[in-house]
Nanobody, 120 residues
Framework: QVQLRESGGGSVQPGDSLRLSCAFS????????MGWFRRPPGKDREFVAS????????YYADSVKGRFTISRVNAENTVYLEMNSLKPEDTAVYYC?????????????WGQGTQVTVSS
């Protein structure tokens, strides 16, 4: 079992930055690939970014490439999502997930989510 808890969401203006954190725990959690997903208002959950268990590889959705950065510090049991140049269309509930790669169905464990609102 892997437990996940997101934090760092909030309300910001377009162009601002925000960093989300995901604290993970569980016997095998440091050896799991991790991902970030989001659910915009009225839409399905979508892939944002993922990172290998050892941080050696990362993958991004085209919509966030060049603006968002995923990273992890296994010694701190934390995965981060650094979000820069935020746009109103980035407004969503952001979820941390473990155990998969890109496909949402490949993930076994999910956090409860944290709200990000981008508005002027």
């Amino acid at each position: 079992q892997v437990q996940l808890r997101e934090s760092g969401g909030g309300s910001v203006q377009p162009g601002d930055s925000l960093r989300l954190s995901c604290a993970f725990s569980g016997r095998t959690s440091s050896r799991e690939n991790m991902g970030w997903f989001r659910r915009p208002p009225g839409k399905d959950r979508e892939f944002v970014a993922s990172i290998y268990w050892n941080g050696s590889r990362a993958y991004y959705a085209d919509s966030v490439k060049g603006r968002f950065t995923i990273s992890r510090v296994n010694a701190e049991n934390t995965v981060y999502l650094e979000m820069n140049s935020l746009k109103p269309e980035d407004t969503a509930v952001y979820y941390c997930a473990a155990g998969g790669w890109i496909n949402i169905k490949s993930y076994s464990y999910w956090g409860q989510g944290t709200q990000v609102t981008v508005s002027s």
